[in-house]
C-alpha cells in the first residue's frame, strides 16, 4: 500500500493528536521521523518534520478530517486585540535575543537555541503568549 505525507509537525504532541483523530474515522495512517525528531528536536527541520502519512485510499476523507479539525481549531481561539479567529502558533525572530541565538548557533553548530514561539494574528499583526478562547467569555 502507498502512503503519501499530508501535513508536518514540529511537536510530537500535536501529531500524536491528529494521527488519534484520523485513526478513530478508520484512516489507515502512521507518522514518519517521529522517533528521530522526538530524540534529536534540533533535526526535526532538517528531516522536514515529523510528517503525517496516509493511506492514498483514504486520502479524500483524511482531507474532509483534518479540514474540519483546522476549523475547529480556528473557532476556538480568538486574538485578544481584535477578536479575529485568524491567528496561528508560529516561531517569531523579531526580538534581539532570537536574533542573537541563531548567530551564535550558526557559529558553534551544535548548540541549539530556539526562536520564540508566539501566536499571530494575521488580521490584525498582533503577536500574543496566549489566545482567547471564546467558550471562557
Known amino acids: 500500500m502507498r502512503f ?15 494521527l488519534g483523530r484520523l ?4 484512516i489507515e495512517c502512521w507518522l514518519k521521523n517521529e522517533a528521530t525528531a522526538t530524540i534529536i528536536p534540533v533535526w ?4 522536514g518534520g515529523i510528517q503525517l502519512m ?8 483524511a482531507g474532509f478530517v483534518l479540514q474540519k479539525i483546522d476549523e475547529e481549531k480556528k473557532v476556538s481561539r480568538l486574538c ?3 477578536f ?3 491567528i496561528e502558533y508560529i516561531n517569531s525572530m523579531r526580538k534581539p535575543m532570537n536574533w542573537l541565538s541563531a548567530i551564535v548557533t550558526f557559529f558553534l553548530g551544535d548548540v541549539a537555541l530556539m526562536p520564540e514561539q508566539r501566536y499571530h494574528c494575521f488580521h490584525c499583526g498582533a503577536e ?4 482567547l478562547n471564546p467558550a471562557n467569555n
Open 54 to 61: 496516509v493511506a492514498q485510499n483514504h486520502l479524500q476523507k
Open 44 to 47: 526535526t527541520t532538517a528531516i
Open 80 to 82: 485578544p486585540s481584535c
Open 23 to 26: 485513526k478513530e474515522e478508520g
Open 4 to 18: 503519501i505525507a499530508v501535513q508536518t509537525f514540529t511537536n510530537y504532541i500535536d501529531a500524536h493528536i491528529i
Open 128 to 131: 500574543f503568549d496566549q489566545p
Open 84 to 86: 479575529s479567529h485568524n
